[in-house]
C-alpha cells in the first residue's frame, strides 16, 4: 500500500481477507483519518501505525 512517498506491506497472515479479495475489493477504499484506511467492501480498517509497528498490535484480523 503506497501512502504519498512510503510503501506499507499488509501481510496476508494478518489480514487473511485481502488474500482472498478481488482486485477491485483492495482498491476500492476510503481513507478516513490521514492514517486510517477502510476497505468497505471487505469490511476492514487498518491504522498504519499497526502496519509500521505489528508488534505493538498483537492482535490478528478475524471476520
Request: glycine share 0%.
Amino acid at each position: 500500500m503506497l501512502v504519498e512517498d512510503r510503501e506499507y506491506f499488509v501481510p496476508f497472515e494478518d489480514y487473511p481477507e485481502f488474500k482472498k479479495a478481488s482486485v477491485e475489493q483492495i482498491l476500492t477504499f476510503q481513507q478516513i483519518s490521514p492514517n486510517q484506511f477502510h476497505w468497505p467492501q471487505l469490511d476492514i480498517d487498518i491504522e498504519l501505525e499497526a502496519l509500521d509497528e505489528p508488534e505493538r498490535f498483537p492482535l490478528v484480523f478475524r471476520k
